[in-house]
């Protein structure tokens, strides 16, 4: 027999939940700064550990240490770049958009926001976005969505960023069980009051770029291709940018680390399991 | 408990193939084969129920979130809603539903996501996440095969400036979806124990899961 909770214990959890939930809702996105300046700042030769150009349709994977710094950046045009990541130390540890939308009260990732792993612990800080237009509830394209997509155009045999997944897995030592849900870079989607998803194609362009600092050291792997719902019936994804830029230890004032409480505590998971 | 309510005339209570209760808080699973009929019973009302498929014959083939809201262009499921595997292939129909919206965005609770959201103080409440491990557990896989799942009756509305937040529930008691298999699934049910927000009103309570052959 199912024994119901007390009214009282009921009323204060719901007080509990209403106050985190004013503060995730109202104070804390009126506290984070706006999209970063445009063209993104330079960044000095001797910073610079790897740079790699992505090309249309293409995957790529990287190790990436703590503290270091990935600048994506649309330096040849429009594109979208599908992200996935994994725990380098354990990777049963991996990216978790579910938890990363859910805990921060807002699918729109941007600059100040964080992402988080299926452990509580925070991956990525963005720590510059000059767009915040990314799509965390989709994924990337699959052969049947690019032959729905590019009929006659020999759809299924264009690049996929579900195979690219496979592809780069399998070779990190993983397999497609391990491919956690996608993160798609540059990828302007917005969902109405019914919940269609609906392109944002004004929230993007050429010249945007997000920079992501590794909370710990990780597998990163990237795919390059056109996004489901990108409205460009033909085929032609751009090359992107992926800088891997050297470890500086943040400041103890850190946005990203400071912006939110659900942030504060994410670090303080972080620095547990780092003791 | 709720009055019976009749779908199809040839699906009755007597009829049943499994009939299931399953207590407040218990992870659960079943196969479920292809052609039969699943019906999924909020018996109290606004009771989150987190649930996961796998294809029977191959578990690394498992729900997708992402392909199912990909494909039908919305990130609510409902009825027509097609269940899509992470090959792109349709796992099962939803065919009735009397709630109207339910998520399949905002992922399974864990102890150590509760502590990021809620203060470390609810590490040590029960989560979904655990019950998943547990029962993925019974069939040969472990936490790396708890993929993004589908939240059954919990409200979590996704407003046009990207802000989403768990609401109450609009669930009442006996309140019903039914799934057609597609394809005979390993159904694994986490029947939520969260009680730090609205998703099962701050009260977990228990549900009943039904299954009938094809009628076809």
Redesign the interface.
Known sequence: M?I??SEE??AA??A??EE??RQ??NAT?KALPGKSEKPAPAIADDHIIHRETIPGGWYWSTRVKANEVLRISLDEGLSTLSLIAWNAADT?E?L????T???Q????LAKGRVI?S????VMFSIVEDSCGAHD?????S????NAKKYAGANGPALRNT?DNFVLLATKAGL?????P??LALFAPV????????LWKPELVSEGDYVDLRAEMDMIVGFSNCPH?LDPNPVYAPTAVTVTRVAAIEPAMDDLCRTATP?AV??F??NAFVAL | MTQFVQTSSSRTLNNTVQDHYI??EAPFSTVVKKGQILRIEDS?GQQAIDTLFYNAKDF?E?Y????T???Q????ISTGTKILS?E?RVMATMTADTCGRHDT????C???????????GTKYLHAC?DNFVIEVSKHGM????V??NINFFMN?P?????????VDGISAPGDYVELQAEMDVLMVISNCPQ????CN???P??IRVLVWNDER
């Open positions: 199912h119901r909770r214990e009921i959890n719901r509990r939940y985190h939930q995730g809702l996105p049963t991996r978790n958009l579910p938890d939308v859910k805990v009260w807002t699918t729109g988080f299926d452990m509580g612990r965390v509830l989709m994924g990337g699959t052969a049947s969505s579900r397999d497609k069980r391990d491919i849900a996608a917005r969902v109405d009051a019914d919940g269609k998803f489901p659900e505590r994410g303080e998971n | 207590p407040a109290y690394s498992r997708s979130s992402q392909d809201m990909r494909e262009g919305v990130a609510y992470s792109g965005s905002a992922g399974a864990s102890c150590e996501s509760n502590t990021v959201r809620f203060g470390h996440r472990s936490k790396r095969d993929a993004p979590v996704i407003a046009s400036d990207a802000t989403m937040t768990i009680i730090n927000n609205p009103g701050f009260d309570t228990p």
